[in-house]
């Protein structure tokens, strides 16, 4: 039996036979053209996908577990209890019912676009250089995968003199990926985890960073 909780910014799936709990957002897209580039071709949008699929498949995925603890007086959840989760995260390729818009622009070497998420509107902005790792002045991250992070919830960390939002708590660990870095921190999952615990009476979930 799997257990599905639908949010405003994801799915969560518990699979109880695979050991896995899957983070699934629907994104549907549009899809933007810069001034000197040529439209998207259907393989390029398909091609797009693919790899915006496979960062957040690879780079969010297996990184994080939960555990499960089961309150003694439940006992028909008994299976449950302290077994290990596997977190899986994915993106799903939808044209209604999105989770998401998610506009992603073709641009010139010239252009720019400034990747951000609009959680009043339920907008991704993204340029199709984004799947890959961007290393400028002090910044050295993979941009789909820190903007993956504030569509499922986690705000900036980096200090004022990257942009306009401020996180006190964590502007000196600069290699973590809501700063302006590229690794995963154990505090990305919170408000998953948050969710997760809604999801099944008796039991409770731990989330740890592997
Ligand atoms: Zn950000």
């Not at 998401?100 to 902005?125: C, D, F, H, Q």
């Not at 942009?163 to 000196?172: A, E, K, Q, T």
């Amino acid at each position: 039996m799997n257990y599905i909780k639908r949010t405003d910014f994801y799915d969560i799936y518990i699979e109880p036979s695979r050991k896995t709990v899957v983070i699934r957002q629907k994104w549907k897209y549009n899809w933007v053209v810069g001034e000197e580039v040529s439209n998207w071709t259907y393989l390029e949008k398909k091609a797009w996908h693919q790899k915006a699929d496979n960062v957040i498949w690879q780079q969010w995925g297996s990184k994080f577990t939960f555990w499960s603890l089961v309150e003694k007086a439940l006992t028909s959840n008994e299976y449950l209890h302290r077994k290990e989760f596997n977190v899986e995260f994915d993106i799903q390729w939808v044209t209604t019912n999105q989770h998401w818009t998610v506009n992603v622009a073709k641009i010139g070497p010239y252009e720019e676009v400034v990747s951000r998420v609009n959680y009043t509107s339920k907008n991704i902005y993204l340029a199709h250089i984004d799947t890959e790792r961007r290393i400028e002045a002090d910044i050295n991250q993979n941009t789909l995968k820190h903007e993956f992070g504030h569509a499922i919830g986690v705000p900036d960390e980096y200090g004022k003199k990257h942009g306009n939002s401020y996180n006190p708590y964590h502007v000196d660990d600069t290699k973590a990926l809501m700063n302006i870095g590229n690794e995963l921190r154990y505090r990305y999952l919170r408000g998953v985890k948050k969710e997760i615990n809604t999801m099944i009476p008796g039991v409770s979930f731990a989330s740890f960073l592997n």
